[in-house]
């Protein structure tokens, strides 16, 4: 299976809202995913014309993508993973195209049908974004 028809089994999201290329790495309680920046991405328009800096909005999204793919692959009767709490971010960098970003995200515990995470972004070996964020499993 190539790398997005794997991610298209896991999660729902799509193009032109999908953050997740690759799962470069995973395991029980962590995973590592990548995602190309190119600069043709439509909100490197906007955000800014002349000097493109993806919003942070976005960089969250990509964690909590690559969050819904650990829930999957940790349980396959997960259900649909919704953002229910997102605490502790700090941006550090900002991040343009031309260059992939990194998501590092570790699984801290599950309570019911919450599941907890922390993750990180990176680009170029450089930390962009610290996140703590909760996901419930959702029918």
Not at 52 to 81: C, H, K, Y
Not at 105 to 134: C, I, M, P, R, S
Request: charge should be neutral.
């Amino acid at each position: 299976m190539n790398d997005l028809a794997e991610i298209y089994a896991l999660i729902p999201q799509r193009p032109p809202f999908l953050f997740v290329d690759k799962i470069v790495e995973r395991g029980d309680k962590r995973i590592k995913t990548w995602k190309m920046l190119t600069g043709e991405e439509d909100f490197f328009k906007g955000h800014f014309p002349g000097r493109p800096i993806m919003p942070g909005v976005l960089l969250q999204e990509a964690l909590l993508q690559s969050g819904a793919l650990l829930m999957s692959l940790s349980s396959q009767s997960a259900g649909l993973g919704v953002v229910t709490k997102v605490e502790q971010g700090r941006f550090r960098e900002m991040v343009i195209p031309g260059a992939p970003i990194e998501m590092e995200v570790w699984h801290l515990e599950t309570v019911g049908n919450a599941y907890y995470f922390k993750g990180t972004v990176t680009q170029k070996g450089k930390k962009a974004l610290d996140l703590h964020f909760t996901c419930a499993a959702v029918g």
